[in-house]
């Protein structure tokens, strides 16, 4: 998957809240060929705006705790964790948020149907009167 691939996938994500979503797409700015991400706390919170280091953790643990990243801890000589986005469990998301639109796309046409319907039986009904 091409680097702006990546984006657009993490990008059409819901259900996240706003500060999810940003160190997310922030991530997804800096997969590199092993589809690990190189990124300081410090640099996340530069690059998102995020002021307070410990609120920056908390968003990190969410989409841990989802399975939407994978926290990798320091080896190496690295002094930061690394980060990788599950972009299989991404995918998943994504469909299955297009199966819920559908199904609620679906049922508010039965539902408009059903209003339609009622109304037109109730405009025959005064009709005959």
């Known amino acids: 998957m091409k680097p702006f691939d990546k ?4 990008r059409s994500l819901t259900g996240l809240s706003s500060s999810e979503k940003v160190i997310l797409l922030i991530l997804a700015t800096h997969v590199g060929k092993n ?3 190189f990124l300081s706390l410090d ?7 995020i002021q307070r280091r410990h609120t920056g953790i908390k968003y990190i643990d969410r989409l841990v705790e989802r399975r939407i990243i994978d926290r990798i801890p320091p080896s190496n ?3 930061s964790n690394r980060y990788a986005i599950n972009f ?11 199966k819920l639109k559908y199904v609620r796309d679906s049922q508010m046409r039965e539902v408009k149907n059903a209003i339609q319907n009622r109304y037109r039986s109730q405009e ?4 005959v009167q």
Do not use: P, Y
């Not at 640099?43 to 705006?49: C, I, R, S, V, Y």
């Open 7 to 10: 984006i657009i996938k993490v």
């Open 35 to 37: 589809e690990n991400c």
């Open 43 to 49: 640099t996340l919170a530069e690059e998102t705006g």
């Open 77 to 79: 000589g690295f002094k």
């Open 88 to 98: 299989r469990i991404v995918q998943i998301l994504i469909d299955e948020q297009e």
């Open 124 to 127: 025959r009904q005064e009709n």
